[in-house]
């Protein structure tokens, strides 16, 4: 074997082995990839980054505009399409793909999917 692994980027141990397509340390178990950047790979695992209709990322605060009409169950007018909705929060784990919690004039308290509104 003439190629050096490289050491672990949790414990810094230099018994790193090769399995499969990953690089194992067994003093902490911490396992990665070879082609990744390591001092960036345990931060940007947890990171999920939600975007909007047209591929713009979101974040907890912003404005959007709602791009096509949405029924609404109970009104008989729905939220029409352009409607702006300010200060968004993000949520992980959201009903049925839902994962913008928000506060709409006229309707009051809803969840949206990012794939119905745009970065305004």
């Given at each position: 074997?003439?190629?050096?692994?490289?050491?672990?980027?949790?414990?810094?141990?230099?018994?790193?082995?090769?399995?499969?397509?990953?690089?194992v340390?067994?003093?902490?178990?911490?396992e990665?990839?070879?082609?990744?950047?390591?001092?960036?790979?345990?931060?940007?695992?947890?990171?999920?980054?939600?975007k909007?209709?047209?591929?713009?990322?979101?974040?907890?605060?912003?404005?959007?505009?709602?791009?096509?009409t949405?029924k609404?169950?109970g009104?008989?007018?729905?939220?029409?399409?352009?409607?702006?909705?300010?200060n968004?929060r993000?949520i992980?784990?959201?009903?049925?793909?839902?994962?913008?919690?928000?506060?709409?004039?006229?309707?009051?308290?809803?969840?949206?999917?990012?794939?119905?509104?745009?970065?305004?």
């Amino acid at each position: 074997m003439t190629e050096t692994l490289p050491p672990c980027p949790q414990c810094a141990s230099a018994y790193t082995y090769e399995m499969g397509a990953l690089l194992v340390c067994p003093e902490c178990g911490h396992e990665w990839s070879p082609a990744s950047d390591d001092t960036t790979a345990p931060a940007d695992a947890d990171v999920h980054v939600i975007k909007d209709a047209v591929g713009n990322a979101l974040a907890d605060g912003d404005t959007v505009t709602v791009v096509k009409t949405l029924k609404v169950k109970g009104s008989p007018s729905g939220i029409k399409a352009g409607t702006k909705v300010r200060n968004i929060r993000l949520i992980e784990d959201g009903v049925d793909g839902h994962d913008i919690d928000c506060k709409i004039d006229g309707f009051g308290p809803m969840q949206l999917k990012s794939s119905v509104v745009k970065k305004a």
